[in-house]
């Protein structure tokens, strides 16, 4: 989450509130690891539950990589957030909590939430951990509504956030498709003659363009944006427009577009940069999806 849409988080309730935020949709069967650098939010990841009994084999696969993350992030303390019920998430975050802690993380509390209802696996004080959890609401959040005055959103789970970049289809896709047939023929054409500078000046143009149209709140036509998705692939065109893209929210909704739209074929370089500009916002779990569901 960026330094603009930075939240207030004073409890763990304030955290839990937060979490969707953070990943951009709202966790069910799901760990969470939040990591912190000093007292600021760094990094938060979310996995499936696995089937308990498989708790060890998944950690084995899993905490490696999550463990970089976190390293990577200058994370020096964690939280685990569970969402689920006890049979499900017990067995992984006893399994996930003593291995952060052996690679040097101090683990700042390991929470499991349900019906609205938070326990804590490491507070044993009935006054402020009682046995029957704690209940928050987040309709009635503060954090809540800090959230919304800073613009901030949140889908219902992660197939809404899968939707929201998943491809065209209908007669916009048979437009594409067919721009795509004719910006094919005509990057032929200029490869053909050997004119790869043309080439590459041509998508260093649409790349300037794209971003220009993006910038006042406009789209490409489907002509451009088919003679874009055929160029990126050139590694010196794919690299200009990974220069021009930074933390502005529109660049994540100039990659989401074209993401969406591209010929199926030509998906994965704006996916690739769709992920860099949700990475550089701070939206980690859109990052995820661009990177593997396109």
Known sequence: MSDKHRLPVT??????????YLLGFH?????????????????????????????????????????RMLGHADVTTAIVIGYGPTSRVTPVVDTVTPRLRDAGFDVFDALRVTDRRYYSYLCQEPTCCPIDGVPFDPDRSNLTLHAIVAGCSTL???????????PIDGPARHAV????????ARRRALS??????????????????????YAAD???????????????????????????????????????????????????????????????TGAGALASVASTEP
């Open 11 to 20: 409890s763990p309730a304030d955290l839990i509130v937060a979490v969707p």
């Open 27 to 67: 966790p069910t069967d799901s760990l969470v690891l939040v990591g912190l650098a000093g007292t600021r939010v760094a990094v938060a990841s979310r996995t499936d539950l696995p089937d308990p009994a498989e708790a060890v084999d998944w950690a084995d696969e899993l905490m490696p990589q999550q463990l």
């Open 156 to 166: 219902p789970d992660r197939q809404a956030l899968v939707a929201s970049i998943a």
């Open 177 to 184: 498709t067919r721009a795509t047939y004719k910006a094919r």
């Open 192 to 213: 053909a003659e050997g004119r790869r500078d043309t080439l590459i000046r041509a998508g260093e143009g649409i790349v300037r363009a794209t971003f220009a149209r």
């Open 218 to 280: 406009q789209v490409l036509t489907d002509d451009e944006l088919a003679w874009l998705t055929v160029l990126l692939p050139i590694t010196a065109i794919r690299d200009a427009a990974w220069r021009a893209t930074d933390s502005q929210s529109w660049h994540v909704a100039l990659w989401s577009d074209i993401t969406r739209r591209a010929h199926p074929d030509l998906a994965a370089p704006p996916a690739s940069l769709l992920a860099f500009a949700a990475w550089r």
